[in-house]
């Protein structure tokens, strides 16, 4: 599975930005995406999650009420919108797939069950 991400930015405080991940390959075998973000200096933290088949979707809750994960399965894309953006949301934000469930995505160190990731896109919040 390869997984193609973009989006990324430098933005103001309060403004949006939307990352998207392109998935192509053996994608029967995944039953998660989402996005794990990691800033300098700090370790790689789960952001969101989404069931690739069920459409269920989790938070961090740094990031409730204002990121959406959502995905199109015909286009095997799944995208981030990120509203109310903070200076503390600074980080590369990485795509990522799992054979796990989102629970398992979602819970303590779960970027150790990820199964394959995307490249890094910078988001810079900053005015």
């Known amino acids: 599975v390869q997984l193609q991400a973009s989006g990324g930015g430098l933005v103001q405080p309060g403004e949006s930005l939307r990352l998207s991940c392109a998935a192509s390959?053996?994608?029967?075998?995944?039953?998660?995406m989402g996005w794990f973000r990691q800033a300098p200096g700090k370790e790689r933290e789960f952001v969101a999650a989404?069931?690739?088949?069920?459409?269920?979707?989790v938070y961090a809750d740094s990031v409730k009420g204002r990121f959406t994960i959502f995905r199109d399965n015909a286009e095997n894309t799944v995208w981030l919108q990120m509203n109310s953006l903070k200076p503390e949301d600074t980080a590369d934000y990485y795509c990522?797939?799992?054979?796990?469930?989102?629970?398992?995505?979602?819970?303590?160190?779960?970027?150790?069950?990820?199964?394959?990731w995307g490249q890094g896109t910078l988001v810079t919040v900053s005015s």
């Open positions: 990522a797939a799992s054979s796990r469930s989102i629970a398992t995505m979602s819970g303590g160190k779960g970027a150790r069950f990820v199964d394959y």
């Open positions: 390959g053996s994608i029967f075998s995944i039953n998660a």
């Open positions: 989404i069931s690739w088949r069920g459409g269920t979707a």
